[in-house]
Antibody, heavy 115, light 107 residues
Framework: QVQLQESGPGLLKPSEALSLTCIVS????????WTWIRQPPGKELEWIGYIHSNGNTNYNPPLKDRVTISVDTSRSQLSLRLSSVTAADTAIYYC?????????WGHGTLVTVSS | IVLTQSPGTLSLSPGERATVSCRASQSVSYNYLAWYQQKPGQAPRLLMYRGSTRATGIPDRFSGSGSGTDFTLTISRLEPEDFAVYYC?????????FGQGTKVEIK
């Protein structure tokens, strides 16, 4: 059974960098795509980007200059870094298995950006 | 690709039929269109992929149809657990995008 567990700081100040991790269990992190998706409270889903275990990445153009997704296969861990956050980055961040349609989702972690 | 869902909210009673539309700003290649259900406080759940293929464990009262730029999710007879928000998503060439969501609420 695939399990994805996100963790992160919860609260950030504007201009700080967001760093999230996702522990993957129940499946090998190799040989698949892994995606981050976010959802501002009460709003729709936004695709952030994906990474393949071979290191290939693709990011959403509006976020491209601020986002980095990485994978640590030795720890079975996925990471997201988003620099220079603003209030508009307040959202639930989901770690998701797959690069196309998404069958397995983490529970999500809420990140709030506020001074 | 911009996905526009309609209606924004659907008010129906249990047992009724629900129809949710998803229109794409350009043709979705290979019908790479998925549907998700999201309940409050939960992550989305995959319902359909490739436009009309039900995901594992999804009841057959859910069906998907369409091609090109127009897709539809139909729930033949609403069960109490079906009242939720539904999203479409394309997964052709990146960036992936989602529709803005359709809320199916109890009338």
């Amino acid at each position: 059974q695939v399990q994805l567990q996100e963790s992160g700081p919860g609260l950030l100040k504007p201009s700080e960098a967001l760093s999230l991790t996702c522990i993957v269990s129940g499946v090998s992190i190799t040989s698949d795509y892994w995606t981050w998706i976010r959802q501002p409270p009460g709003k729709e889903l936004e695709w952030i980007g994906y990474i393949h275990s071979n290191g290939n990445t693709n990011y959403n153009p509006p976020l491209k200059d601020r986002v980095t997704i990485s994978v640590d296969t030795s720890r079975s861990q996925l990471s997201l870094r988003l620099s220079s956050v603003t209030a508009a980055d307040t959202a639930i961040y989901y770690c998701v298995k797959g690069g196309g349609y998404y069958t397995d989702w983490g529970h999500g972690t809420l990140v709030t950006v506020s001074s | 690709i911009v996905l526009t869902q309609s209606p924004g909210t659907l008010s129906l009673s249990p047992g009724e039929r629900a129809t949710v539309s998803c229109r794409a700003s350009q043709s979705v290649s290979y019908n790479y269109l998925a549907w998700y259900q999201q309940k409050p406080g939960q992550a989305p759940r995959l319902l359909m992929y490739r436009g009309s293929t039900r995901a594992t464990g999804i009841p057959d009262r859910f069906s998907g149809s369409g091609s090109g730029t127009d897709f539809t999710l139909t729930i033949s007879r609403l069960e109490p657990e079906d009242f939720a928000v539904y999203y479409c998503q394309h997964y052709g060439n990146p960036p992936r995008t989602f529709g803005q969501g359709t809320k199916v609420e109890i009338k």
